[in-house]
Nanobody, 122 residues
Framework: QVQLVESGGGLVQPGGSLRLSCVAS????????MGWYRQAQGKLRDLVAT????????YADSVKGRCTISRDNAKKNTLYLQMNSLKTEDTAVYYC???????????????WGQGTQVTVSS
C-alpha cells in the first residue's frame, strides 16, 4: 500500500508565499514522476507542475516563474512546491501525484494524496 501525505496548505494574502510538501510511503520500488495538480471549486483537476526521476520539470503556463517544484535529494520520496506571488486564482485543493512501481510488480501505478487546501484571499 502506497500513501501520499500532503501538508503546507492554508490561507495566504495575494502576493504571499506557501510551500507544499508531500511524502510518499509504503511498498513502492521506484518512483517515475512526481507532481502537483490542483482543482478549483467547480472545475476539473489541472496540472501545476511535475518532476521526473531525471529531475526534468514541467510547469503549467499559469504558474511559470512563480512556482518551483523540487524533490528532496536525500529522500527521493519527498516532493515540494514553492509558490510565490500567489494570486486569488491560485485558490484550489492541491493534490500530490506519484507514478511509481509497486514492490513486486511490473506495472506502474498512479497514486494520489488526499489534497491540501490553498486559499488566496485578502
Amino acid at each position: 500500500q502506497v500513501q501520499l501525505v500532503e501538508s503546507g496548505g492554508g490561507l495566504v494574502q495575494p502576493g504571499g508565499s506557501l510551500r507544499l510538501s508531500c511524502v510518499a510511503s509504503g511498498s513502492i520500488f521506484s518512483i517515475n514522476t512526481m507532481g502537483w495538480y490542483r482543482q478549483a471549486q467547480g472545475k476539473l483537476r489541472d496540472l501545476v507542475a511535475t518532476v521526473s526521476s531525471g529531475d526534468s520539470t514541467n510547469y503549467a503556463d499559469s504558474v511559470k516563474g512563480r512556482c518551483t517544484i523540487s524533490r528532496d535529494n536525500a529522500k527521493k520520496n519527498t516532493l515540494y512546491l514553492q509558490m510565490n506571488s500567489l494570486k486569488t486564482e491560485d485558490t484550489a485543493v492541491y493534490y500530490c501525484h506519484v507514478r511509481g512501481l509497486p514492490s513486486g510488480s511490473y506495472k506502474y501505478e498512479d497514486y494520489w494524496g488526499q489534497g491540501t487546501q490553498v486559499t488566496v484571499s485578502s
